[in-house]
Nanobody, 127 residues
Framework: QVQLVESGGGLVQAGGSLRLSCAAS????????MGWFRQAQGKEREFVAA????????GYADSVKGRFTISRDNAKNTVYLQMNSLKPEDTAVYYC????????????????????WGQGTQVTVSS
């Protein structure tokens, strides 16, 4: 069982930056691929970014590529999402997710691939 707790959300003006953190419980964090998803009001949950177990490979949605960076610190059981050049359309609840990946070196971009989810943190970008 893995528990995920997101933090770092808030209100920011367009063009600003935020860094989200997701702290995971347990001693096997390095065995999990991690992802960030978001859900805007009235819309479906969508992929934002994902990273493999080691942190050596990552993928991004086209809408955030070049602005967002996912990273992880396995010693701290934490995954991060650095968000720069924020736009009003980035407003959403952001969720981190964990997938037991065994020895796979892949990252995963679909919500149904993930085993555990955090409660989410609100990000609001004002124009």
């Amino acid at each position: 069982q893995v528990q995920l707790v997101e933090s770092g959300g808030g209100l920011v003006q367009a063009g600003g930056s935020l860094r989200l953190s997701c702290a995971a419980s347990g001693r096997t964090f390095s065995m999990y691929a991690m992802g960030w998803f978001r859900q805007a009001q009235g819309k479906e949950r969508e992929f934002v970014a994902a990273i493999n177990r080691s942190g050596g490979s990552a993928g991004y949605a086209d809408s955030v590529k070049g602005r967002f960076t996912i990273s992880r610190d396995n010693a701290k059981n934490t995954v991060y999402l650095q968000m720069n050049s924020l736009k009003p359309e980035d407003t959403a609840v952001y969720y981190c997710a964990a997938k037991a990946a065994g020895y796979s070196a892949s990252y995963f971009t679909t919500p149904y691939s993930y085993d555990y989810w955090g409660q989410g943190t609100q990000v609001t970008v004002s124009s």
